[in-house]
Antibody
Framework: QVQLVQSGAEVKKPGASVKVSCKVSGYTLTELSMHWVRQAPGKGLEWMGGFDPEDGETIYAQKFQGRVTMTEDTSTDTAYMELSSLRSEDTAVYYC???????????WGQGTLVTVSS | SYELTQPLSVSVALGQTARITCGGNNIGSKNVHWYQQKPGQAPVLVIYRDSNRPSGIPERFSGSNSGNTATLTISRAQAGDEADYYCQVWDSSTAFGGGTKLTVL
């Protein structure tokens, strides 16, 4: 059974970058399609991007292109999501999640709160 | 991008049946997935591919999808079912509905 454990909460200033990690256990990262979803306080879920196994490439939501980078360290089965040029609107809980079948997310990491404040 | 529309809130009496809808253009031609999210917790998959339950999800949870509306049905609603529920489809990229807050009275 796959389990995902994310890094701890972060506080960043506007303009800075943040890098969130997601450690996989129970499977190797190369067997999985890892994606990232965020949720602003009191708001809904917003997909950011993830690995597309059909193309073998990482795809990003248009909204985040140029500002987000998703990488994987297969030696440690850890995925990373780095978001740059942070602004207050990026304050959110960031989740990693595995995409299965024709596109459902299961399981999810516990979430990482990123607060952007001056 | 594909848009999904959910009611902001749904209320149900304890022990009765709750139905949460998810509207989208010809959504019946797509596979719809549903998530439950309780306060302070990560989302949990409760229905995938319109009507399939992952292991560990009670039979009280069921789903259907036809035409322009997908529906999550929760039978014999319990206090522990109070949560936000999100529908989701994959259509060149992922789309989530805005979420529905279920209140059990």
């Amino acid at each position: 059974q796959v389990q995902l454990v994310q890094s701890g909460a972060e506080v960043k200033k506007p303009g800075a970058s943040v890098k969130v990690s997601c450690k996989v256990s129970g499977y190797t990262l190369t067997e999985l399609s890892m994606h990232w979803v965020r949720q602003a306080p009191g708001k809904g879920l917003e997909w950011m991007g993830g690995f597309d196994p059909e193309d073998g490439e990482t795809i990003y939501a248009q909204k985040f292109q140029g500002r987000v980078t998703m990488t994987e360290d297969t030696s440690t089965d850890t995925a990373y999501m780095e978001l740059s040029s942070l602004r207050s609107e990026d304050t959110a809980v960031y989740y990693c999640a595995i995409v299965k079948g024709d596109g459902w997310f299961d399981p999810w990491g516990q979430g990482t709160l990123v607060t952007v404040s001056s | 991008s594909y848009e999904l529309t959910q009611p902001l809130s749904v209320s149900v009496a304890l022990g009765q049946t709750a139905r949460i809808t998810c509207g989208g253009n010809n959504i019946g031609s797509k596979n719809v997935h549903w998530y439950q999210q309780k306060p302070g917790q990560a989302p949990v998959l409760v229905i995938y591919r319109d009507s399939n339950r992952p292991s560990g999800i009670p039979e009280r949870f069921s789903g259907s999808n036809s035409g322009n509306t997908a529906t999550l049905t929760i039978s014999r609603a319990q206090a522990g079912d109070e949560a936000d529920y999100y529908c989701q489809v994959w259509d060149s990229s992922t789309a989530f509905g805005g979420g529905t807050k279920l209140t059990v009275l």
